[in-house]
């Protein structure tokens, strides 16, 4: 599913840019939601995997009733911006970068994602929902996630991600450099990229952009 | 480094593992990565713990690049735990020795 105005960029300044603790601090988010609900004290830095289920010790039963509250509107309106998220993209934007959000969120959560941005002051041309980690089922009526398979064709110049997995699927798949951001997720891994130098890690935003103050395809 | 690792290349490779007649846990590893030189003293003392019960080998990726990628091995440390010459399980990333083990105890 694709929202936001369908205006063709040229590839070579398309940036793909994750939502969820990339652009927004949903980690620490659903820390204190699993704190208030499950009484379950992870602290943010020990948030070593990528699965929610595996980082607070969650039962499947309380993995599904998160979701629910995660993706409830108030819930992800109320999330704060990552710092220097909307300055840098901004930055990008007016270099004539087409900026394209690409998430894992359920599509149904379309409207809320395009407000956040906005509220946040955050350009972007497009918001894309793929399914990246298998999580929707293939037929699920109404509008649907695009799935790895379809979304490979599409093209960036530049990735910010945050996931180690979907990190190695761009790079590896879609010969996409990567801006890993980051996280104690992904702290524990090398990819093969970061050899190759087709993944940087950057500590933030401001890091991000100095390494990448104006994105595009090496020709 | 433990007296119970074995380096593997893909010349001892199917003695060392498909072979084996104890369940096999492969550590891919290089030197460049800091999370697998953090995660080698917790392979190592599970290498002593578990002597006779478990095979512990580590396979360098930088030396042996057709092992790993064999095995698609895309991001370091990955461990395999083969089994009758199987993989039966593969976990990514830097753990604690408790976390490994649990992982561990169900193939032993």
């Known amino acids: 599913m694709r929202t936001g105005p369908q205006i063709p960029a040229p590839a070579a300044r398309r940036v793909y840019v994750d939502f969820d603790d990339v652009l927004s601090e949903t980690a620490r988010a659903i820390s204190d939601v699993v704190s208030l609900r499950f009484s379950k004290r992870v602290p943010f830095e020990d948030l070593r995997y990528f699965d929610l289920d595996k980082s607070f010790g969650l039962t499947p039963g309380q993995l599904d009733e998160l979701m629910r509250l995660l993706h409830d509107p108030e ?27 690409v998430t894992g969120r359920p599509p149904a959560t379309a409207d809320v994602s395009e407000a956040w941005l906005k509220r946040h002051g955050i350009p972007f041309t497009s918001l894309l929902f793929v399914d990246k980690y298998g999580r929707f089922p293939a037929a699920s009526g109404g509008s649907r996630a695009l799935g790895l398979d379809e979304f490979r064709s599409e093209r960036f110049c530049l990735a910010v991600e945050d996931s180690p997995d979907m990190a190695e699927f761009l790079v590896s798949q879609m010969l996409v450099p ?27 935003w401001d890091d991000i952009f100095c390494r990448f103050p104006a994105p595009a395809e090496e020709r | 480094m433990s007296e119970n690792i074995v380096n593997i290349t893909a010349e001892s490779w199917r003695r060392e593992v498909i072979d084996s007649t104890v369940p096999v846990l492969v550590d891919f590893w290089a030197q460049w990565c800091g999370p697998c030189l953090a995660l080698a003293p917790v392979v190592h003392q599970l290498a002593d713990d578990l002597a006779g019960k478990l095979k512990v080998a580590k ?37 604690s020795k408790a976390d490994l083990r649990r992982k561990l105890d169900p193939y032993l």
């Open chain 1, 178 to 204: 990567v801006a890993l951001m980051d996280r104690p997720w992904n702290a524990g891994r090398c990819l093969d990229g970061e050899r190759s130098g087709l993944v940087v890690r950057c500590r933030d």
């Open chain 2, 59 to 95: 396979v360098n990726v930088d030396e042996n690049q057709q092992l790993a990628g064999e095995f698609g091995i895309r991001s370091i440390p990955t461990l395999l735990l083969f089994k009758g010459g199987v993989v039966q399980s593969q976990m990514i990333g830097a753990m």
């Open chain 1, 75 to 101: 819930m992800l309106l109320r999330m704060e911006p990552v710092a220097s998220a909307a300055s840098t993209i901004s930055a990008w934007s007016s270099t004539g970068c087409d900026v394209c959000v």
